[in-house]
């Protein structure tokens, strides 16, 4: 079993090499992401193995954001304020092709949630919203206990209560 390190995003990883299969996501990590982190509209944790610390397997984002109680479920709308609720923003989660189907997304799934939960304490936020950029995608967050948002189906919602003690 492939033991990873994960860790926030810098320059020692190869991402050159990184494929999760769909072009268009890999140019994030090779372009946009260190502009992100220090643009501050994004942190950026990168997943590599326990033995070798350059090769990036995985990775995902977190910013912060907000749902509009419009935009919920009827079942979640009733227990939150009429006006906006702040919530965590899964922006990326990617794994290479090498790594995929071995656990790795639901490691980075589950150090994320483990991340909001622990800045939940200092800074409120009522879930975690991701936007799926495929079906496929929206799919594994629904595996997960992701709600799609009425009319967005791209768009999930894990309520707070899902993740936190
Ligand atoms: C989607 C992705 C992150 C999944 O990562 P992965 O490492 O292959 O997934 P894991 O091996 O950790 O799978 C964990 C669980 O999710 C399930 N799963 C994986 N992909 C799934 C999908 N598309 N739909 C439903 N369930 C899925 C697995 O069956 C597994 O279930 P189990 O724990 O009950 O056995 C990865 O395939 C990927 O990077 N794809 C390309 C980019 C992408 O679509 N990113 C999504 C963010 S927009």
Redesign the pocket.
């Known amino acids: 079993m492939t033991l990873y390190s994960i860790r926030s995003f810098d320059k020692s990883v190869d991402t050159t090499s990184f494929s999760?299969?769909?072009p268009l996501?890999d140019e994030y990590i090779r372009r946009y992401a260190s502009q992100d982190v220090r643009r501050n509209v994004a942190r950026v944790f990168m997943a590599t193995p326990e033995n070798d610390s350059h090769h990036l397997a995985?990775f995902f984002t977190l910013s912060a954001g907000s749902v509009s109680c419009s935009e919920l479920p009827e079942s979640l709308a009733k227990k939150l304020p009429r006006y906006p609720s702040p919530v965590a923003l899964i922006g990326?989660?990617?794994?290479d092709t090498g790594?995929?189907?071995?656990?790795?997304?639901?490691?980075l799934l589950a150090d994320a949630c483990q991340k909001v939960a622990n800045a939940s304490a200092m800074l409120a936020m009522a879930g975690i919203v991701?936007d799926?950029?495929?079906a496929?995608?929206a799919?594994?967050y629904r595996?997960f206990g992701f709600l799609p948002l009425p009319g967005q189906p791209a768009r999930l919602l894990l309520p707070a209560t899902a993740y936190r003690a």
Not at 100 to 107: M, S
């Open positions: 999760c299969g769909q996501l995985g990326r989660l990617d794994v790594f995929q189907g071995k656990g790795l997304g639901l490691i991701v799926a950029k495929d496929e995608a799919s594994f595996h």
